[in-house]
């Protein structure tokens, strides 16, 4: 949309216009190339030229741009077959990285993730207290040093952040994480002036869920709800359609406060009978060996998928953490109750599957935002070095 309104507001007639839509085409081009490779990479330009439609003259010379610009690398694989030259491969050059900060009530994690999903390298602090901003920007700045000291010629893109707690649609401000105790803090810009990198800010479950989509469990299914179980208790996020569920102001998929429970206990939302306040780290901890207390579980996340599936007729619900160790002892149960309680006729067909990424999903996808601008704009956006 932004590409249309720029050439629109440029007369037709001249010099420029023409000069500037020309413009718009290559950058458009060098973005589905460099996008093609990020997800999908490493590929040959024959594969190149089938995923995006262009030419090979085309691709060549967008190749030759983006290795220019060092952000892919060209170098021959092996022969594709008895007879003919060695295919030429184009992959995302793995020194261009992003970093992943996640702050949680027990730890503190900053990664170095490549442009091509692999987390590179990461700094683990444990806490005794939840981190303030300012721990957790000092943190970042720390473990940002020590990561470019052991891996050097890295150059960064910018920095993601993925905060358990509600994160305003732009971008920087965390309006309420609960268990950190942060309540409208601009974390944006506390993390950037630490980092002097452009620093985009996120809930987390929704950059587990982009992660999972990107390199993960997700990928390829259009309309999937994400259910994580953590210490923070439960996040929840909803790609419907191929776009990430926002809500009007950036506050959708708190599937972790769905009442569950009209006569429950209070949650540290301030409500009583949230889905978290019954299905909990500490409550599975408490009841491993009691085969009864774990059905009784099971079936309260089977009730929690059903009322899901009722809004959004997913292909996939996806299910992380702790909610993701509970389905894999109780799959049979879980899997019979969604099937019962069945609101729409061909249940049969909604996937009910773990997260694959494991303890680098966060990581991944608070990564995945920070690359967005350059994936949009692969000529445009600087990188700088670690
Ligand atoms: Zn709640």
Do not use: K
Not at 100 to 124: K, N, Y
Not at 312 to 325: E, I, M, R
Request: hydrophobic share 45%.
């Amino acid at each position: 949309m932004s590409e249309d309104l720029a050439s629109a507001a440029v007369p037709a007639h001249t010099t420029v216009a023409r000069g500037s839509r020309n413009d718009n085409t290559r950058r458009h081009n060098l973005s589905s190339l460099l996008t093609a490779v990020h997800y999908g990479g490493p590929l040959t330009r024959a594969q190149l030229t089938r995923d995006t439609g262009l030419n090979r003259s085309t691709i060549g010379g967008l190749v030759t741009e983006l290795a220019q610009l060092g952000l892919v690398i060209e170098d021959s694989a092996a022969e594709t077959g008895a007879v003919g030259r060695p295919s030429l491969i184009v992959r995302p050059d793995r020194r261009v990285v992003a970093l992943a900060l996640h702050p949680d009530v027990d730890a503190i994690e900053l990664g170095a993730v490549a442009i091509d999903g692999t987390v590179l390298a990461r700094r683990r602090a444990s806490v005794d207290a939840p981190p303030t901003p300012q721990d957790a920007a000092a943190f970042a700045w720390e473990a940002a040093r020590e990561i470019g000291q052991e891996i050097p010629g890295l150059r960064v893109v910018g920095a993601g952040a993925a905060v358990p707690g509600l994160v305003a649609a732009d971008g920087a401000t965390v309006v309420d994480a609960p268990h950190l105790g942060w309540r409208g803090v601009d974390f944006r810009e506390v993390l950037a002036e630490a980092l002097t990198l452009p620093v985009v800010v996120g809930n987390d479950a929704n950059m587990g869920l982009r992660a999972e989509w990107s390199f993960g469990a997700a990928r390829g299914v259009d309309t999937v709800v994400f259910l994580n179980g953590s210490a923070s208790g439960i996040g929840g996020a909803a790609l419907v359609g191929g776009r990430m569920l926002r809500g009007g102001r950036g506050y959708g998929g708190e599937f972790g406060h769905m009442m569950i429970r009209s006569d429950g206990e209070r949650c540290s939302c301030g409500r009583s009978g949230c889905l978290e306040t019954v299905l909990n780290a500490e409550r599975l901890d408490a009841v491993a060996h009691d085969d009864a207390a774990l059905d009784a579980l099971a079936s309260t996340l089977a009730d929690a998928i059903a009322n899901l599936e009722c809004a959004f007729d997913p292909d996939l619900v996806l299910l992380g953490g702790y909610l993701g160790s509970l389905y894999a002892v109780r799959r049979p149960l879980v899997d019979a109750r969604v099937e019962e309680l069945a609101f729409r006729p061909d249940v049969e067909d909604v996937a009910i599957a773990r997260t694959a990424l494991g303890g680098n999903r966060l990581l991944i996808g608070a990564a995945e935002r920070a690359f967005a601008a350059l994936l949009q704009d692969p000529a445009g956006v600087a990188l700088v070095a670690l």
